[in-house]
């Protein structure tokens, strides 16, 4: 029997059909949760890429959903116990915004202690693979980074020079190291998550706020602060946060092994690094946000450093003491991590 070409095409497509059915099925669609804007550059410059890559790598069977400004609903500070509980697959956050879950992690948010946003980001994975994943338990870590060092926004034009001029004011932290910061340089801490800031500045709640500057247009700072501080090219950074991009650990032992081995090529050192230095990389753009609209940005005098860092070098020691109040070698850990600092952050 002769077969018509016109019912061989559609045998040939039905097949074709079928055969791709499978892939379909097994596509799988990962919620991607986070407190900043969808314009931000975490997202835009940092997840959307990755969530791209992991895309391409898996022909289309892994999917981002993402989620920016806590869309998916509760605070910046329940991010981690979302991805860890199963509400989101994925999160983006700052870890220690949930004080005291992560001591051993948050080291790396001692003042003075950072230089750059990549060299650091290396060593922070590196430190927690080796020393604290524990304090990630029910998730898996997927890559880690830290930012490119909190720097002083202030709404007063004629910003901070000196130590004494810090005195009395109220200044916005991040996490709890940062507010000890403040509060040894004779500041008022009033820790809060980025998102809050913006309005605490406008209506004059805090007289400024410790943000590093890949968060500036986040919080529209370059709007509201009229002076900016810095520390000078090469200098170990104010303070610095430490930051998680984690999936739930039950829906990566769920995925087929070809899946979960696009993860892993997408994961690791290298993406820390990579999530560092997209911080690393706006400072210079974002600086001119702010001078293009006439804000001054200072920066401290190497002699003013010295007395900041003077000022503030019993909170190492404190940290050494808690951490090793819970059970663990805080001296030896808090060398480990100036180890790693003096191997990739140069």
């Keep these: 029997m002769r077969i018509r070409p016109a019912f061989r095409l ?22 991607v949760h986070h407190f900043l804007p969808a314009t931000s550059n975490v997202q835009k410059n940092i997840i959307e890429p990755w969530c791209d890559k992991v895309a391409k790598d898996s022909g289309d069977r892994l999917k981002c959903q993402i989620y920016p400004s806590m869309q998916l609903g509760g605070t910046p500070a329940q991010l981690f116990d979302q991805a860890r509980d199963g509400v989101a697959d ?40 080796k020393s604290a994943l524990d304090e990630f338990a029910g998730t898996k870590p997927l890559w880690l980074h830290t930012n490119d060092g909190s720097s002083f926004h202030m709404t007063s034009p004629k910003g901070l020079k000196t130590l004494e001029e810090l005195k009395g004011l109220k200044i916005r932290s991040a996490t709890r190291l940062n507010s000890r910061m403040l509060a040894a340089l004779g500041a008022t801490p009033v820790q809060m998550p980025l998102p809050a800031v913006p309005e605490s500045m406008a209506k004059g709640v805090i007289d400024g706020a410790m943000v590093p500057w890949e968060g500036v247009p986040a ?12 520390v000078g090219p090469g200098q170990p950074k104010f303070a610095n946060s430490i930051f998680a991009f984690v999936m739930n650990q039950a829906k990566y032992d769920s995925l087929p092994a070809d899946l979960k081995k696009v993860i892993d090529g997408n994961s690791g050192v290298q993406m820390s690094a990579t999530a560092g230095e997209k911080f690393d990389a706006v400072v210079v753009p974002f600086h001119k ?58």
């Design 10 to 31: 559609a045998v040939t497509a039905a097949f074709a059909a079928f055969a791709l059915t499978p892939a379909l099925a097994q596509q799988v669609v990962l919620k």
């Design 289 to 346: 946000l702010a001078t293009d609209r006439g804000n001054q940005v200072f920066v401290l005098s190497p002699e003013e450093l010295a007395r900041w860092t003077k000022a503030t070098a019993e909170i190492d020691e404190l940290w050494v003491k808690e951490v090793s109040a819970k059970g663990a070698n805080g001296g030896a850990l808090l060398e480990d991590a100036r180890a790693l600092i003096r191997q990739y952050d140069r």
């Design 90 to 129: 994925i999160v983006w956050t700052l870890p220690t915004y949930s004080a005291g879950r992560f001591v051993k992690s948050e080291v790396f948010e001692l003042p003075f202690f950072t230089r750059s946003g990549r060299g650091s980001s290396q060593a922070f994975w590196q430190y927690v693979q």
């Design 219 to 230: 919080a529209k700072l370059q709007e509201i602060a009229k002076s900016h501080l810095d």
